[in-house]
C-alpha cells in the first residue's frame, strides 16, 4: 500500500474520535466521563484480542501496559475531566499542541531534529483550530487546564514511544491495538467504580451509543492509528490530529444544527492546510530514503554482475 492511502486511512481515526462528543451528548447517560472511557476500551481491547489471539512475551508485558496507560488508561480520564472543567473548546484547542508536543519528543526518543516548518506547521494548526472551537468565556479552570496539557503530553508521549518500541516480530498492529486497549481499560475500570460508582441503567439508544464507540469509535480507529504509526514517522500521524476538532464542528452544524461563522470556516481552512502539509516529507527523508533506494538497486546490480561472471567461468 503506497503512502497516500496510508495517510488517508490513519486519518479515518482522527475523524471517527471527532463525532464523540455528539455521540455522547446526544445517546448517552450524563456525566458518568469514565464510565464512558471504560465502555470505549475494554470491550475494543477484549474483542481485538480475541481476534488476534497472541499475548506479550517477555518485556512487552510492561510495555504494553506502558503504553495502554498513556494513549488510553491515562489519556481518556484526563481528556473527559479537561472537557468538563474547561469553557467552550479550549480543551479541543489544549489537545491541537500536540503535534508541537510531539515534534520536541521526537528530537529527545527517536533522534529526529525539529525543523522550522515542522514547528510553524503545528502552531498555524493550533491557531487554526483555535478560530473554530473557542469562545468567550470567564475565568479558566486550573484543574482543567493542567488535565489537557497532561492528557495531551500522555497521547504524545505514547505516539512516540509507540513508534520507537514497535512491535516484536510476527505481530501485527491488530494485536498491539488490542494490548493497549485492554491495558487502558483494565486501569480505568476501578478509578470508574470508585468514583462513578455502579452502572447506570442503559435504553436502547445508550445501548447503541456505546456500540459505537467501542467498535467504529474505538476498536477500528485505534487499530488504524497505530497501524499508522507502524508506517508513516510520528509527526506525520499526529498531524492528523486537528482533524477530530474539525469533524467535531462539521457534525455539529449538520446534525445538531450548530452554525458556522465566517472566522470558524477560515479556521478549519488553517487547520486543514496545516494538517495536509504536515504529511510532507522533510527533505532529509526523502534523500535518506532515495539514497538508500539507489544504494539497493547498485547492491542487487552488483550481486547480478558477480552471479554472471561465476556463470560464465
Do not use: C
Request: glycine share 12%; proline share 6%; charged share 10%.
Amino acid at each position: 500500500m503506497n503512502r497516500s492511502a496510508t495517510i488517508l486511512l490513519t486519518a479515518l481515526a482522527p475523524v471517527s474520535w471527532g463525532t464523540t462528543y455528539a455521540v455522547t451528548t446526544e445517546f448517552l447517560p450524563p456525566d458518568r466521563p469514565l464510565f464512558t472511557g471504560l465502555m470505549r476500551a475494554l470491550p475494543a481491547g477484549l474483542l481485538l484480542l480475541g481476534l488476534a489471539r497472541v499475548l506479550p512475551k517477555g518485556a512487552w508485558w510492561w510495555k504494553a501496559a506502558v503504553l495502554g496507560a498513556l494513549n488510553i488508561g491515562a489519556f481518556f480520564p484526563l481528556l473527559f475531566l479537561s472537557a468538563y472543567r474547561l469553557p467552550g473548546g479550549l480543551a479541543a484547542v489544549v489537545g491541537s499542541v500536540g503535534p508541537l508536543v510531539v515534534v520536541g519528543l521526537s528530537a529527545g526518543l527517536l533522534g529526529q531534529r525539529p525543523t522550522a516548518r515542522s514547528v510553524v506547521t503545528g502552531v498555524v494548526a493550533a491557531f487554526g483550530v483555535s478560530l473554530v472551537v473557542l469562545k468567550a468565556a470567564g475565568a479558566i479552570d486550573a484543574v482543567g487546564l493542567l488535565a489537557g496539557l497532561a492528557a495531551t503530553v500522555s497521547m504524545a508521549t505514547g505516539t512516540v514511544l509507540t513508534k520507537r518500541w514497535g512491535r516484536p516480530d510476527g505481530v501485527g498492529p491488530l494485536a498491539l491495538t488490542g494490548w493497549q486497549l485492554t491495558a487502558g481499560g483494565l486501569l480505568i475500570a476501578p478509578l470508574a467504580l470508585l468514583i462513578e460508582g455502579a452502572p447506570p441503567a442503559l435504553d436502547g439508544r445508550a445501548v447503541g451509543g456505546y456500540l459505537y464507540l467501542a467498535l467504529a469509535n474505538t476498536a477500528v480507529s485505534y487499530w488504524l492509528w497505530f497501524r499508522g504509526i507502524g508506517r508513516l514517522t510520528a509527526t506525520q500521524v499526529t498531524f492528523l490530529g486537528p482533524l477530530s476538532p474539525l469533524t467535531a464542528a462539521i457534525v455539529g452544524w449538520a446534525a445538531l444544527g450548530q452554525a458556522l461563522t465566517v472566522v470558524q470556516l477560515a479556521g478549519m481552512g488553517l487547520a486543514f492546510g496545516a494538517t495536509v502539509a504536515g504529511q510532507l516529507q522533510p527533505r532529509s527523508v526523502r534523500a535518506e530514503r532515495e539514497s538508500f533506494s539507489s544504494a539497493e538497486r547498485n547492491h542487487r546490480k552488483d550481486s547480478m554482475d558477480v552471479t554472471g561472471s561465476a556463470l560464465r567461468r
